[in-house]
């Protein structure tokens, strides 16, 4: 399903992104890394030349993102994945939290999506195939106390998949969103970039318990796209929360609201 292929993979210079790039390589995708850290692009590309190429791209720029999927498309003749997976982790208490942490959650989390969807969909449309898959988290799925912008663009993700996904149904191309629960990669220890620093902190990595590797998430994903899964959760722990918030919701915000008074506010599921 993934031999001959051609991929893009936004945020694809660590973390689930690279582990993501790897396991497409190794089922031999052309892979294109689009990552704002041109050094950890080149880095990952380097395990495999000659199927994976990388260029610097900041998805909060439409346009930029846009000439990266015509590019593709004209360099391969095709563009079968679309995997908008680049994000940031904006941790912290409500009112610690100053206009910059939402905006910034949104423009690269939310609208990096976006651009990702609104320049890739009409060219699967036209080309009459495709795959777009989306990064949201299990924080788009149930409550995190401590994660408001986060939790709040995660949901976001989850709506647009969604609700692509019902459009798109009968025209060829497929969409999936991504929510994996705590996830071993560097944005655990990457709250805030750039922003002013709140009660979330830097070291969140030894407050979840134990963190699902990034490697065995990718081949998940690659089982869930395999099946069309519209929501890929993963690992098991992460599909019993969600269960839980389906079907037991006010149980659910009462162990968050326990867990929060007890912890305070943790680290961000998903991502990376």
């Known amino acids: 399903m993934f031999r001959d292929r051609v991929a893009i993979v936004t945020g694809g210079g660590s ?17 294109v890394i689009a990552d704002i850290d041109e050094a950890a692009a080149k ?3 380097a395990d495999n030349p000659d199927t994976i190429t990388a260029v610097t791209l900041d998805v909060t720029d ?3 993102v846009a000439g ?3 590019q593709t498309a004209a360099d391969h003749g095709r563009l079968d994945y679309m995997f908008n997976n680049a994000g940031i982790a904006v941790g912290g208490l409500v009112e610690e939290f100053t206009l910059d942490h939402w905006d ?4 690269v989390n939310l609208r990096g999506v976006i651009h990702g969807v609104h320049a890739a969909y009409p060219l699967m449309l036209a080309q009459g195939h495709g795959h777009i898959v989306n990064t949201a988290s299990l924080a788009g799925l149930v409550p995190g106390p401590g994660l408001a912008p986060y939790d709040t663009v995660k949901h976001a993700v989850v709506g647009l998949s969604l609700s692509l996904r019902a459009e798109a149904a009968g025209r060829g ?3 999936s969103a991504i929510c994996p629960g705590f996830v071993d990669t560097p944005l655990l220890t990457r709250v805030n970039p750039g922003l002013p620093p709140t009660s979330a902190g830097l070291e969140v990595s ?7 590797p990034a490697g065995p998430l990718a081949q998940d994903v690659l089982r869930g796209i395999e099946r069309n899964r519209a929501l890929i959760v993963a690992p098991r722990s992460a ?11 006010n149980l659910t915000l009462r162990t968050a609201s326990s867990l929060a008074r007890r912890a305070g506010p943790v680290g961000m599921p998903g991502d990376g």
Do not use: E, F, H, Q
């Open 104 to 107: 910034r959650a949104i423009d």
């Open 173 to 175: 191309v497929l969409v």
């Open 206 to 212: 030894g407050r979840v318990g134990k963190l699902y």
């Open 15 to 31: 973390g689930i992104g690279a582990a993501l790039v790897r396991a497409l390589a190794a089922r031999g995708t052309t892979v």
């Open 239 to 249: 599909r019993v929360a969600w269960r839980m918030a389906r079907y037991a919701p």
């Open 68 to 70: 990266l999927v015509k």
């Open 43 to 45: 880095s990952v590309a």
């Open 62 to 64: 439409a346009a930029a």
